[in-house]
Structures are given as structure tokens and as C-alpha cells.
């Protein structure tokens, strides 16, 4: 499963950068949870929550239905 996150974000990743940052995959939990670390401009950005929730997470559910929830660390 993790190949297959690191294959979205991949396709998440050239928006991310357009503003000036960027998202690392951290890791996969087995219980669905996928932990990354927003980078760049997107570090303590005060849309970050939104950009996780709204954008990673949501993406990261469509493309793959085992995540459950995405948290930065």
C-alpha cells in the first residue's frame, strides 16, 4: 500500500509545488493512517489543515480506499 500512496501523492505533488511547497510521505499505518510532513510554503501555512484535509486526504481516498485518515507529523 505504500507504493500506491507514493503514486498519489506524486500525482498531488506538482500542486503543492506551484505554491512553494511539498508533501513527504512519512509513513503507512496498518490501520489506514497515513503519515506525512508538509514541506516548503506549506509548513505552518494557516491553510495547511485545509490543504491535508481537504486536498491529500481527500485524494488519497479516492484513489486508494484503505486510508482511512492522513496526519501530518
Sequence with gaps: MKEKVENALNEIRPALQADGGDVE???V???GT???R???ACYGCP???LTLKQGIERALKQAI???K???AV
Aim: cysteine-free.
Design 65 to 67: 480506499p484503505e486510508v
Design 29 to 31: 499505518e496498518s490501520d
Design 38 to 40: 508538509l514541506q516548503g
Design 25 to 27: 510521505l512519512v509513513s
Design 69 to 71: 485518515q492522513v496526519v
Design 34 to 36: 497515513v503519515k506525512v
Design 47 to 49: 491553510m495547511a489543515t
